[in-house]
């Protein structure tokens, strides 16, 4: 299973602006800094956020960005749905009569890994950014 970056950083940012300023747009210049992220890299995925209504633009000299519904209401995985990202454990397609491997049956650990898919993607599905913003909290 691979998570790219692009899927973490995003949640990275989106975090970072749930904990920060909730009034104020942040800019992406503050959060590069704080998480360490490139700010290329964060241009690329801010533009996919707020083309899936993730977050709103604000211009001007003290424009950034805010999220367009509170921290609780933001699921992890509309984050990777909106940066393209898929949480998947095996190659093959799940309506595919051939398998990760080439074959014509699926391997047989096959649906092992099927299960695993589902019960991460189910995980990303409950999880919001207000969880964690408060597991962030109890840490410190």
């Known amino acids: 299973m691979k998570l790219t ?3 973490r950083y995003a949640v990275m940012a989106l975090a970072d602006m749930a904990a920060f300023d909730k ?18 890299y964060l241009e690329q995925i801010f533009s996919k956020l707020k083309k899936n209504n993730i977050v ?5 000299i003290n424009g950034g960005y805010i999220l367009s519904k509170q921290p609780a209401e933001i699921k992890i995985a ?4 909106a940066v393209d990202e898929k949480v998947k454990t095996v ?16 391997c047989n650990t096959h649906n092992l890994w099927d299960e695993l898919e589902i019960h991460i993607n189910n995980f990303f599905e409950r999880k919001n950014l207000n969880d964690l913003i408060n597991n962030n909290s109890k840490r410190i």
């Open 5 to 7: 970056s692009r899927g």
């Open 23 to 40: 009034k104020k747009p942040v800019s992406l210049r503050d959060i590069s800094l704080r998480q360490n992220i490139s700010l290329v």
């Open 56 to 60: 709103n633009s604000i211009r001007g």
């Open 78 to 81: 509309d984050i990777f749905y």
């Open 91 to 106: 190659k093959c397609k799940k309506e595919s009569k051939k398998s990760c491997n080439g074959k014509s049956i699926k």
